[in-house]
C-alpha cells in the first residue's frame, strides 16, 4: 500500500467518523476518539499475513490484548 493510499483511507475513515459524530448528537462521557485513525486499519497491523502463529507469539498478543482490557476497564464504576 503505497503512501498516497494509505493518506486516502485515512480521510475515508476519518470523514466517516465525523458523519457518524453529526448523525450522533449525544456524546456520552465513555467514547473515546482515537488519535490516529489509521492506528485501527487491520492491514497496516504488525506482521499481517505473514505473521508465523508461533506459541510465543500467539502468548504474546493474548497477554498484551488482556492488558488493554485491563486497562480500559472501569474500577471505580463496580
Not at 488482556?66 to 472501569?74: E, G, I, S, V
Amino acid at each position: 500500500m503505497s503512501l498516497k493510499d494509505t493518506l486516502k483511507k485515512a480521510k475515508q475513515i476519518e470523514r466517516q467518523l465525523e458523519q457518524q459524530d453529526a448523525t450522533n448528537a449525544q456524546h456520552s462521557l465513555g467514547a473515546v476518539k482515537p488519535r490516529n485513525y489509521l492506528a485501527l486499519d487491520p492491514l497496516l497491523r504488525k506482521g499481517g499475513i505473514h505473521e508465523k502463529e508461533d506459541i510465543d507469539i500467539v502468548r504474546k498478543k493474548r497477554r498484551r490484548e488482556t492488558k488493554q482490557q485491563l486497562r480500559q476497564t472501569d474500577w471505580l464504576a463496580k
